[in-house]
Nanobody, 124 residues
Framework: QVQLVESGGGLVQTGGSLRLSCAGS????????MAWFRQAPGKEREFVAA????????VYTDSVKRRFTISGENAKNTAWLQMNSLKPEDTAVYYC?????????????????WGQGTQVTVSS
């Protein structure tokens, strides 16, 4: 059974930076895709970014391109999300997710494993 643990959320001012971490345990010998989703109050959960740990292929939603960077380490089943130039609209609970295999990346329904979520709040 794979477990995901997120860390790194917090409160930051507009224009600031945060780095989220997602550490996976269990699930050896599996080729993972790891992703970040977020959910703001009153809104649906939305895709942010994903990385294939086997080949470092990455994909982003348009609103975070050139501001966020996803990275990962296959041997540790770990992923990070570096968030720069944060905006108030980035405020949400951020969830780490993982699944075996690759495409498709953007649908939450495709992901098997989920973390508990970490709050990111960007003040104006």
């Amino acid at each position: 059974q794979v477990q995901l643990v997120e860390s790194g959320g917090g409160l930051v001012q507009t224009g600031g930076s945060l780095r989220l971490s997602c550490a996976g345990s269990g699930g050896t010998d599996i080729s993972f895709t790891m992703a970040w989703f977020r959910q703001a109050p009153g809104k649906e959960r939305e895709f942010v970014a994903a990385i294939s740990l086997s080949n470092d292929y990455t994909v982003y939603t348009d609103s975070v391109k050139r501001r966020f960077t996803i990275s990962g380490e296959n041997a540790k089943n770990t992923a990070w999300l570096q968030m720069n130039s944060l905006k108030p609209e980035d405020t949400a609970v951020y969830y780490c997710a993982a699944k075996n295999g690759g495409f498709p990346y953007r649908s939450s329904k495709e992901y098997t494993y989920w973390g508990q979520g970490t709050q990111v709040t960007v003040s104006s």
